[in-house]
């Protein structure tokens, strides 16, 4: 069921994005900046931290979604999957859903997305290495893909499976990880209106780079969560395995929501430097939930987060 | 041969066109960073920069040694060039993390004393102060014999840059496991297999 979330702020409120950064210039020359953005949010219906969650919103331009990329499959430097992603063939396309499901099989991209309503969705990215981003994303709740597979009343977890072709992703001949990636979530979670699957950003086409022909986003968990170019969904009944949490348990728990109150052992959480700032881009706090508090935080009630990383 | 005509270009060659030549990455960095070179995350891109640039030189500062005694190629004279190099781009990729990247203060100590890879790094630059201040003819006449033993932290303070390194990276790299490959060999180098004679 689509449009079940809706953006506090519409594609009205984004700027086109060739001009958007002469306007964030220009804002600053006359130093409205802060000032007019917290007017407007006012205007709008005084959300908590209105003028930082507004200006947290303008999201990034395409450039900075498609050059700066974690995917190790295609190499370990940020640079590497715009360099070499191309080389994914992303037609035909199919996912094979399974597991606890009532209708188990090949699931077609064409025939999933011909059942399915494309909507926009501003969501902000925050990756486990403490920069963000802010995406216009464009596709469709997981909801209802899973609803169209027939969810079994037994399943509790959900399991997601990257592509993986060696001779396509010159990353996989090294075993940074344990190939193919792999990544979960609990059943509720991923039916949240929040949670979606993305085949495009800025309403064109997902690149390759950012997990074409289709990916996972869950904004309130860590970018790595967000698993790419996904060939298989896995319902079960017991939590499934994630690449990132079987190469390193102590560093990367299966929830990993984002959260400014439990470090990584190896840097800070509290804060992140959105991308695109310059060489002298100041930090910012980062958000419990990524700033979706309001929408998530009922899922983990009585739970533990710092024992749940 | 070769070995001959590096020992004949280096002879020629002035230490102080050495230091020209092995400063100049550092404001081509800082101008690449400036106007969009290094990428829409500049900050991490010109830390990460300095510091390979750093081990690099770290590792030519160890090579010196045994390319004199197994390839009869002499570089003693740049040693020091090299040596002061190094200390230099380990010093901007630190003034990068503090005032670019960390920018908090209170976290910086926080980070030092919590994260390990930054322990780490830290226990390297500290080693090489003492290099550093002691890098001159001043020092070398006076501290006489006590002057080579001090320089021996140059063992320790490499292998440190290379296990900084190699701890900071997520998942299985080769990049870092490659640098510590090659500050071991050149240490193992080093090892004496027979005792030396001993001059009563």
Redesign the interface.
């Known amino acids: 069921m689509a449009n079940r979330w809706t953006n506090k702020l519409t594609r009205s409120d984004v700027t086109p994005e060739p001009i958007f950064m002469n306007r964030r210039r220009v804002l600053a020359g006359l130093g409205l900046g802060a000032g007019a953005a917290a007017g407007g949010a006012t205007l709008l219906g005084g959300m908590p931290n209105a003028a930082q969650a507004q200006d947290a919103l303008d999201p990034?331009p395409f450039?900075?979604i498609t050059?700066?990329c974690n995917y190790?499959e295609f190499g370990?430097r940020?640079?590497d999957p715009a360099e070499n992603a191309h080389m994914l063939t992303t037609q035909p396309w199919s996912i094979q859903i399974d597991g606890l499901v009532d209708k188990p099989g090949d699931y077609a991209l064409e025939d999933i997305l011909s059942q399915m309503t494309i909507e926009e969705r501003i969501y902000r990215f925050r990756c486990v290495?403490a920069?963000s981003m802010v995406v216009p994303w464009n596709g469709f709740e997981l909801a209802d893909l899973l609803e169209l597979a027939g969810v079994k009343p037994e399943a509790k977890y959900v399991a997601f499976e990257t592509v993986l072709r060696p001779e396509e992703m010159p990353g996989t001949r090294?075993?940074?990880?344990d190939w193919p990636y792999v990544e979960g979530l609990r059943l509720d979670e991923a039916m949240h209106p929040l949670t979606m699957m993305a085949t495009g950003i800025y309403g064109k086409t997902i690149p390759n780079q950012n997990g074409a022909p289709i990916r996972l986003v869950v904004p309130w968990k860590y970018g790595f969560k967000s698993i790419k170019s996904i060939v298989r969904i896995t319902l079960t009944d017991s939590e499934p395995p994630t690449s990132?949490n079987k190469?390193?348990a102590r560093e990367y728990g299966f929830y990993s929501n984002v959260n400014p109150t439990v470090d990584h052992?190896?840097?800070?959480q509290?804060?992140e430097?959105r991308?695109?700032g310059?060489?002298?881009?100041?930090?910012q706090p980062t958000l419990m939930f990524n700033g979706y508090e309001e929408e998530v935080a009922s899922l983990y009630e009585g739970m533990d987060l710092k024992a749940n990383f | 041969m070769l070995a001959d005509a590096i020992n004949k270009t280096a002879r020629r060659l002035p230490t102080w066109a050495l230091y020209l030549v092995l400063a100049l990455p550092a404001p081509w960095y800082l101008y690449q960073?400036?106007t969009g070179g290094l990428?829409?995350?500049?900050?991490?891109a010109?830390e990460h920069a300095l510091g390979e640039f750093a081990l690099q030189l770290a590792i030519v500062g160890l090579a010196v040694t045994p390319l004199r005694r197994w390839a009869g190629v002499n570089l003693l004279k740049f040693r020091r060039a090299i040596g002061i190099m190094t200390f230099t781009y380990v010093f901007l990729h630190l003034l990068v993390w503090l005032l670019?990247d960390v920018?908090?203060l209170s976290?910086i100590w926080?980070?030092i004393l919590k994260?390990?890879?930054i322990t780490v790094g830290m226990a390297g630059f500290a080693l090489m102060l003492p290099l550093v201040a002691t890098s001159n003819n001043w020092s070398v006449r006076r501290l006489g014999a006590r002057w080579r033993k001090l320089h021996r932290l140059t063992y320790p303070a490499v292998l440190l840059g290379g296990v900084h390194y190699l701890?900071?990276?997520?998942?299985?790299?080769?990049e870092p496991l490659a640098y510590l490959g090659v500050i071991c060999l050149l240490l193992a180098l080093r090892l004496r297999l027979t005792p030396r004679p001993r001059l009563a």
Request: net charge positive; charged share 20%.
């Open positions: 990034n450039e900075d050059s700066y190790y370990t940020k640079g290495e920069w090294y075993p940074v990880l990132w190469a390193a052992p190896r840097w800070s509290a804060t430097r991308i695109g310059g060489l002298f881009a100041r930090r | 960073g400036l990428g829409v995350e500049p900050i991490k010109l670019l920018q908090i976290q926080a980070d994260r390990p890879y701890m900071l990276v997520k998942g299985f790299q080769i």
